[in-house]
């Protein structure tokens, strides 16, 4: 089983649209979980931070359960350059920063 | 800019070739980083420094032989790559080792291995 498993996707939605992606981590001791965008042939951007209470930026909103070991990360309105590949990652002791492969986001005019 | 700069951005090499790339930080961090990404799978840590100190070889084969001579500057040295290592090498850097620190990335090299 992958450390950190994502859904490749692609996701194609309309603009406007709310789309959601999940992300699950197999190590419970994982500290801190992250969302990254990458844009193609770009590198990964931090995105935001995931934090167990939630968190909100605009019109992104990131969520940890630990109990079911995932993150997800929820995109309401989307715009054309929301377009992108979303990382999450979990990190357990001091740097191990494990990546999933990333879900494919496309959204079509 | 993030403020993690790479060079090259691209680069094509033989398998017998000698080559470098280079990774230059502006953000006063102290820890930097090597990730390999290859195509459809997950970014892969290779090594990890901190404060120039070595503090993870994440079992990478010894062709790839990293230098840290400052908490700036960090390098990554190439000699007799397989075709295999074709992928997007990618440097980044954080404030310290901490796991809730940010990774800040640079724009990356795109290495093909002929």
């Known amino acids: 089983r992958k450390e950190v498993e994502q859904d490749p996707g692609p996701f194609n939605v309309p603009e406007g649209a709310t789309v959601a992606f999940n992300c699950t981590y197999s190590n419970s001791a994982s500290q801190s979980f992250f969302w990254y965008r990458q844009d193609c042939?770009?590198?990964?951007?931090?995105?935001m931070s995931v934090y167990s209470?939630?968190?909100?930026?605009?019109?992104?909103?990131?969520?940890l359960n630990r109990a079911s070991q995932y993150?997800?990360?929820?995109?309401?309105?989307?715009?054309?350059?929301?377009?992108?590949?979303?990382?999450?990652?979990?990190?357990?002791?001091?740097?191990?920063?494990?990546?999933?492969?990333?879900?494919?986001?496309?959204?079509?005019? | 800019e993030t403020g993690v700069t790479q060079t090259p951005r691209h680069l094509v090499m033989g398998m017998t070739n000698k080559k470098s790339l280079k990774c230059e930080q502006h953000l006063g961090h102290n820890?930097?980083?090597w990730?390999?990404?290859?195509?459809?799978?997950?970014?892969?840590?290779?090594?990890v420094y901190n404060f120039k100190e070595q503090t993870?070889?994440?079992?990478?084969?010894?062709?790839?032989?990293?230098?840290?001579?400052?908490?700036?500057?960090l390098f990554?040295?190439?000699?007799?790559?397989?075709?295999?290592?074709?992928?997007?090498y990618l440097c980044a850097s954080s404030q310290e080792l901490n796991p809730n620190e940010k990774l800040f990335f640079g724009s990356g090299t795109q290495l093909s291995v002929l």
Request: hydrophobic residues 35%; aromatic residues 8%.
């Open chain 1, 41 to 47: 042939r770009k590198e990964p951007k931090l995105l």
């Open chain 1, 53 to 63: 209470s939630g968190n909100e930026d605009g019109r992104f909103t990131a969520q």
């Open chain 1, 71 to 109: 993150i997800s990360l929820l995109i309401r309105d989307s715009k054309l350059s929301d377009s992108a590949t979303y990382l999450c990652a979990a990190i357990s002791g001091t740097y191990k920063y494990i990546f999933g492969t990333g879900t494919r986001l496309k959204v079509l005019a």
């Open chain 2, 31 to 33: 820890a930097m980083y």
């Open chain 2, 35 to 47: 990730y390999k990404q290859s195509a459809k799978k997950p970014l892969e840590l290779m090594f």
């Open chain 2, 56 to 73: 993870e070889n994440n079992s990478v084969p010894s062709r790839f032989s990293p230098e840290c001579p400052n908490s700036s500057h």
């Open chain 2, 76 to 88: 990554l040295h190439l000699h007799t790559l397989q075709p295999e290592d074709s992928a997007l």
